[in-house]
């Protein structure tokens, strides 16, 4: 599976944006999907997961009640709706994808976007 982020950008604090990650390959409706984000000098972190099976979803704390992960099989694509964003929500967004669930390490993942650019101003 290739995968293909986009949607990053500049936004208030206390705005919204919505990432996006296309994927090209017809098995994608068999992986589940995550989001991760790395700020610099930082690890990378897990973001959110989706299952492929029943599309039960995790959240990391930080992001839980204000992100919401999401994924449309027929358009092989899936969705990071981010609200209430805070500056400490600036980071590279990468989507990912696993055969392993629920999986919240990167190691875990074998398939990566190249990663978008989400900028939260105070």
């Known amino acids: 599976v290739q995968l293909q982020a986009s949607g990053g950008g500049l936004v208030q604090a206390g705005g919204s944006l919505r990432v996006s990650c296309a994927a090209s390959?017809?098995?994608?409706?068999?992986?589940?999907a995550a989001w991760f984000r790395q700020a610099p000098g930082k690890e990378r972190e897990f973001v959110a997961l989706?299952?492929?099976?029943?599309?039960?979803?995790y959240y990391a704390d930080s992001v839980k009640g204000r992100f919401t992960i999401s994924r449309d099989n027929a358009k092989i694509t899936v969705y990071l709706q981010m609200d209430s964003l805070k500056p400490e929500d600036t980071a590279v967004y990468y989507c990912?994808?696993?055969?392993?669930?629920?999986?919240?390490?990167?190691?875990?993942?074998?398939?990566w976007g190249q990663g978008t650019q989400v900028t939260v101003s105070s």
């Open positions: 990912a994808t696993s055969t392993y669930f629920p999986a919240l390490t990167a190691r875990a993942y074998n398939s």
């Open positions: 390959g017809s098995s994608f409706s068999n992986y589940n």
């Open positions: 989706i299952g492929y099976r029943r599309g039960t979803t």
